[in-house]
T-cell receptor
């Protein structure tokens, strides 16, 4: 069964460093998403991406964050200058995006980001 | 604005007991989607079910069943004869429909209910 994959599973970085989190969505899906979950808290939406551009973003997704689909398979989240409060589990998700149908987002296993 | 409330923070049951996880939502949209996801101790988010706002038919899948009531804005989840493997955090989520495509947009999650099933 197709699944969303994410690398790395765990990333440790120093405050102020740039990190890139990578995701490979399900191959025929058209919508891509990033969410984050601070330890013990709820899952929060960061950004959605469709047709090579951001379709929606939350207030969390400030200028420190960017997303990119550098090729036909990868979808990346970049944090330019990490802060301690960026420590969280980051989930990538994808959905089919077929018009007229309810759409389910399938999540990857997550990348745990620890900022020291 | 959309909001999902899961008032039960943590529930503990003994194996074979039935358990119901509550979910209450708020939205101004007339067309929306409701979801349940399971997060086991390993941390991934596993999709369980999706419901459209215009389909109030309840659903049963094995030991799982869902009760959707628009009149009370609730979408409750029942596990019958719980098992230790059901121990996880369960999230209810809401998504509005993007009318021009008919596809769902961002998910708004509740705070989750931690279910602990013991022997």
């Amino acid at each position: 069964e197709p699944e969303v994959t994410q690398t790395p599973s765990h990333q440790v970085t120093q405050m102020g460093q740039e990190v890139i989190l990578r995701c490979v969505p399900i191959s025929n899906h058209l919508y891509f998403y990033w969410y984050r979950q601070i330890l013990g808290q709820k899952v929060e939406f960061l950004v959605s991406f469709y047709n090579n551009e951001i379709s929606e973003k939350s207030e969390i997704f400030d200028d420190q964050f960017s997303v990119e689909r550098p090729d036909g398979s990868n979808f990346t989240l970049k944090i330019r200058s990490t802060k301690l409060e960026d420590s969280a589990m980051y989930f990538c998700a994808s959905s089919l995006g077929t018009s007229g149908l309810a759409d389910t987002q399938y999540f990857g296993p997550g990348t745990r980001l620890t900022v020291l | 604005a959309q909001k999902v409330t899961q008032a039960q923070t943590e529930i503990s049951v003994v194996e074979k007991e039935d358990v119901t996880l509550d979910c209450v939502y708020e939205t101004r949209d007339t067309t929306y989607y409701l979801f349940w996801y399971k997060q086991p101790p390993s941390g991934e988010l596993v999709f369980l079910i999706r419901r459209n706002s215009f389909d109030e038919q309840n659903e049963i899948s094995g030991r799982y069943s869902w009760n959707f009531q628009k009149s009370t804005s609730s979408f409750n989840f029942t596990i019958t004869a719980s098992q230790v493997v059901d121990s996880a955090v369960y999230f209810c989520a809401l998504s509005e429909a993007l009318y021009f495509t008919g596809t769902a947009s961002k998910l708004t999650f509740g705070t989750g209910t931690r279910l602990q099933v013991t022997l």
